[in-house]
């Protein structure tokens, strides 16, 4: 079906689950063109912005900082996380992240196959390294992989609200701990701009809040995929496995064809645009899907080809403009190490079911599979 | 060829950090900071495909006129 919509040229219009229509940006020069455009507002209150789905209009989705806000106060508050996420930053991770990956999969061999990736793999990498980062007790794990994940694929507007709230209640209690005594951690940092006035209290739990939903479902999403294309072409496997391809090339391929949410963004435009003998009126909302947009025949030659030696960063996987994901440093460590270790400890990787039983989740916005059974 | 990073614009997305890791580098405020400003021509590839990659647009280069090279 995408195919079809972006045969029809870079810029079409589709009508969404709740009827209303909105154009949809398949085409990468576009794409970029229009992320960049400050006639594009991301300000999630206003009713001009597009719902996606019914989840998402639950007045916590509805107003999420940093994602949600357009310059100056989006700007504001990417500054104070900037250098929280630098590469320096990300990068003094690794001996943290490659012990974190190691151990689980020591857990998984002490398993024994068959072993569950999404839960005993893919899932508690983000999750442990947030909450070294953040300085939050690992502990606590499946309370906000539930929370974080009820907010992401609520059944409805209240089941979204009512795990945002119970979030923010324990964020909330973890930020006065903070101001209370503060630790080594990117929470008690932002409590330091507290004392500076740069913010309040409540805009370092929303802060909090917004690292979390960004950082957990994204990538715990990605690896199962990931490993899914990689089964799907044992060469490219067996040459990622032999170090032929660097593992830090192949995860651009992977981040370019599975891109895990398909919206490298959704805006609606707050001064009529002409863009390629289109007029994008004011009020307009817009989905810039970057499904489609990564798989442009004008960047990517055979965009429908998998080819892990490809390496091109040219994917809006992580969006673009100025709302470009903060973290995406460490996702791409992340990524790095989970699937280097990933293959060579475990050389016999393979599906424990049939393809057919696995099951893509039907909840959210976010594609993955429910489970992913493997042996080795 | 010369290049300006505008600090301004810069989000600290890291991609010119990645893609030309001899020319830029991030500071400890998480913003890009221009090692060469004249880096090598054996370079140009590279930093043409930063600037390119860029969300914040923040990198202008500006290619030196025949006379001077």
């Given amino acids: 079906m995408y195919r079809e919509i972006s045969e029809r040229g870079p810029i079409n219009k589709v009508t969404l689950w709740d009827g209303r229509q909105v154009w949809l940006i398949t085409g990468y020069e576009e794409g970029r063109r229009l992320l960049a455009d400050d006639r594009l507002s991301s300000d999630r209150s206003y009713d001009e912005y597009p719902t996606m789905a019914p989840h998402l209009g639950a007045p916590a989705a509805r107003k999420l900082v940093l994602v949600g806000e357009d310059p100056p106060l989006h700007n504001h508050h990417r500054r104070l996380l900037n250098p929280e996420f630098s590469l320096k930053h990300a990068r003094a991770l690794r001996p943290d992240i490659e012990r974190i990956v190691n151990g689980l999969i020591d857990g998984i061999e002490e398993i024994g196959a068959p072993a569950d990736l999404v839960e005993h793999f893919a899932a508690p990498i983000p999750s442990l390294v947030m909450s070294a980062l953040l300085g939050i007790p690992y502990e606590d794990h499946a309370f906000f992989q539930a929370a974080t994940a009820g907010i992401m694929q609520g059944k409805d507007p209240a089941s979204t609200e009512a795990a945002a709230a119970e979030l923010v209640r324990y964020l909330d209690r973890l930020v006065t701990a903070q101001e209370e005594e503060r630790g080594e951690s990117l929470v008690g ?146 990524l790095e190490i989970a699937f280097e270790t990933l293959v060579r400890r475990l050389p016999g990787l393979r599906l424990a079911v049939p393809a057919e039983e696995l099951r893509m989740r039907r909840t959210g916005t976010m594609q993955s599979v429910e489970r992913l059974p493997v042996a080795w | 060829m010369l290049i300006t990073a505008d600090r301004d614009r810069c989000i600290g997305a890291g991609l010119c950090v990645l893609t030309a890791p001899d020319v830029f580098e991030h500071d400890d405020d998480g913003l890009v900071h221009v090692l060469e400003q004249e880096p090598d021509a054996r370079l140009e590839g590279d930093v043409r495909l930063a600037q390119q990659l860029c969300p914040a647009r923040a990198l202008a280069l500006e290619t030196a006129s025949p006379q001077s090279t």
């Avoid at chain 1, 990689?230 to 496997?237: A, F, G, M, R, S």
Wanted: glycine share 8%; aromatic share 4%.
């Fill in chain 1, 189 to 334: 940092r932002l409590v330091e701009h507290v004392d500076t006035g740069e913010l309040s209290h409540d805009e370092v739990v929303q802060l909090t809040m917004v690292l979390l939903i960004a950082g957990l479902e994204t990538t715990s999403s990605m690896i199962p995929l990931g490993v899914l294309a990689l089964l799907d072409h044992p060469e490219q496997l067996a040459a990622l496995r032999a170090g032929e391809v660097p593992a830090v090339t192949a995860i651009e391929e992977l981040l370019r064809i599975t891109a895990v949410t398909d919206f490298a963004g959704v805006r609606w435009i707050t001064a009529d645009i002409e863009i390629d003998g289109h007029l994008l009126k004011a009020g307009d909302g817009l989905v810039i899907s970057s499904t489609m947009v990564n798989r442009d025949e004008r960047v990517h030659e055979d965009p429908y080809a998998f080819d892990i030696t490809r390496g091109s960063r040219q994917h809006v996987t992580f969006g673009y403009g100025i709302h470009q994901c903060l973290g995406q440093n460490l996702a791409r460590l992340q």
